[in-house]
């Protein structure tokens, strides 16, 4: 199957067009952030200096990073964490950070799916687990923010990547494989009790 | 170092970084299964180059390097404390080598110290056998496929679930519904009939030890065990709930004793990326065999 090719910053229209079940291939700019990330900035913490999330992609990620013989980060695992424990702060993120898409794991529900329609943001599912295949797209590893605050797996940390691999699971219209899936396995469930 | 503290040390290597042959075969055949073109089969292809990629470059196959949970079968006599000492030890130097993520975090103030250890990290359970035999089994378990875990108290209402075992049959299959693709399936269930809250969640871990390929030695729970999987397969949840053809690898169930008022049927969600290994270690500390 043919990835379709996007670059960071992304543009309202290039997200608009994804479908449920397009694959993509991603270059760019990720930062992540997770857990204690999406907590602080829906109580209304700041982003640090360098970090802009307008036209951007975040990425549920708590990588394991160490530096090399020369100083530098490089990241040796980082696939994606479960996004449903930032249901109750995504939907807000989006808004305010002018994110146009999320790349994580498990999918998300209808405060994000809403998010995702009003102001144009895609669900980007990874493949959970394969540390290795999406540490390989990471190519540099810039900067780290809020590490002594958060510590190593819930820092924000700058990734430049090429060809990250995903799957829309959630579009910019309101359409959801989770939705779909959990229903069809449900009814499925039923004939078999 | 020790060679104990070396052996270990190897241990959580070779299991942050391998997946078991037992696992990597049913992986496989699940690839094969998935139709051709989908988005499950080709998550199950990028799994499948992740597993390779992981053990030649020795580095985690996930990056969530999960709960370290050690099972030592060691001979009467033998001194535990300084085991838990050694582990420790190679726990720490584990994590600077980066085999484990930096995945301990205190939990009243939210520092994470980078070492991986403190209260309840690692994880030691120990068990004395009539055997000069020193075992130390490892499960590296990720917090996403842990958060799908669940337990049950029957009679359930709701899932029409009674204390039987097609009660049972149907709070485990209510877990693989409501898990999804959040556990990163395919999955493997251990499950527990019995028990107490803890205890039964904790056997029910236990079960993860087991071979995908043993049979249940009883009867009843064999024939549950292979329902549990082929109905699960039918419910086109698929790798990573993306819809397909695999969504359970196996299921192992094991039964305690449980209180006249109790009937908990606890459920341990393991994900694709399975994370168990053992070795046999001679007296000298170093390690003589692998067991999986």
């Known amino acids: 199957?043919?990835?379709?090719?996007?670059?960071?910053?992304?543009?309202?229209?290039?997200?608009?067009?994804?479908?449920?079940?397009?694959?993509?291939?991603?270059?760019?700019?990720?930062?992540?952030?997770?857990?204690?990330?999406?907590?602080?900035?829906?109580?209304?913490?700041?982003?640090?200096?360098?970090?802009?999330?307008?036209?951007?992609?975040?990425?549920?990620?708590?990588?394991?990073?160490?530096?090399?013989?020369?100083?530098?980060?490089?990241?040796?695992?980082?696939?994606?964490t479960t996004s449903i424990r930032e249901e109750p702060y995504q939907w807000q993120i989006i808004r305010d950070f002018g994110l146009r898409g999320v790349i994580g794991k498990g999918g998300m529900a209808d405060k994000t799916l809403a998010a995702c329609r009003e102001h144009g943001c895609a669900y980007l599912h990874a493949i959970g687990g394969a540390a290795q295949v999406l540490a390989e797209s990471i190519k540099r590893v810039p900067h780290v923010y809020l590490m002594d605050e958060f510590g190593a797996p819930e820092a924000i940390w700058e990734f430049e990547v090429a060809g990250f691999p995903a799957v829309v699971t959630m579009d910019a219209n309101g359409n959801s494989l989770h939705k779909e899936v959990f229903a069809a396995s449900q009814a499925e469930l039923a004939k078999h009790l | 170092m020790t060679a104990l503290q070396d052996s270990l040390l190897e241990l959580i290597r070779r299991t942050s970084v391998e997946i078991p042959e037992d696992v990597h075969q049913a992986i496989l055949r699940s690839l094969e299964q998935e139709k051709k073109g989908t988005i499950a089969e080709s998550a199950m292809k990028i799994i499948d180059q992740n597993i390779a990629l992981a053990k030649n470059k020795s580095q985690p196959i996930c990056q969530d390097t999960g709960s370290i949970i050690f099972y030592v079968d060691c001979p009467v006599g033998f001194d535990q404390l300084a085991f838990e000492d050694a582990a420790r030890e190679a726990v720490k130097i584990a994590t600077k080598k980066g085999f484990l993520r930096q995945n301990s975090v205190d939990s009243v103030s939210g520092k994470n110290d980078g070492t991986n250890v403190g209260p309840g990290s690692p994880t030691i359970h120990f068990h004395q056998h009539r055997s000069p035999e020193l075992r130390v089994r490892l499960v590296l378990k990720g917090g996403g496929c842990e958060n799908v875990g669940a337990q049950y108290s029957l009679p359930n209402e709701k899932l029409k679930a009674d204390r039987d075992l097609d009660g049972c049959r149907k709070a485990i299959l209510d877990a693989v519904l409501q898990a999804q693709g959040k556990g990163c399936g395919p999955g493997i269930l251990g499950i527990c009939i019995g028990g107490d809250r803890a205890t039964g969640y904790e056997f029910s871990k236990q079960q993860l030890l087991r071979k995908l390929d043993d049979r249940n030695e009883n009867a009843d729970l064999n024939r549950l065990e292979e329902d549990v999987v082929e109905t699960a397969n039918k419910l086109g949840i698929g790798p990573m709930g993306f819809g397909g053809r695999t969504t359970l690898l196996g299921a192992k169930i094991g039964v305690l004793n449980r209180l006249p008022a109790s009937y908990f049927v606890s459920v341990s969600y393991m994900c694709w990326a399975y994370r168990r290994q053992g070795v046999a270690l001679g007296a000298d500390g170093k390690i003589g065999n692998w067991l999986y």
Not at chain 1, 14 to 19: F, M, N, Q, Y
Not at chain 1, 22 to 28: N, Q, R
Request: net charge positive.
């Open chain 1, 1 to 80: 199957m043919n990835r379709i090719a996007i670059a960071t910053p992304v543009d309202e229209s290039v997200i608009r067009s994804l479908k449920v079940g397009d694959e993509v291939a991603i270059s760019g700019t990720l930062f992540t952030g997770r857990d204690a990330v999406h907590k602080y900035l829906y109580q209304g913490g700041k982003l640090p200096p360098g970090v802009s999330l307008n036209g951007g992609i975040l990425y549920h990620c708590g990588p394991v990073v160490i530096k090399d013989e020369h100083g530098n980060w490089k990241c040796t695992a980082a696939g994606p």
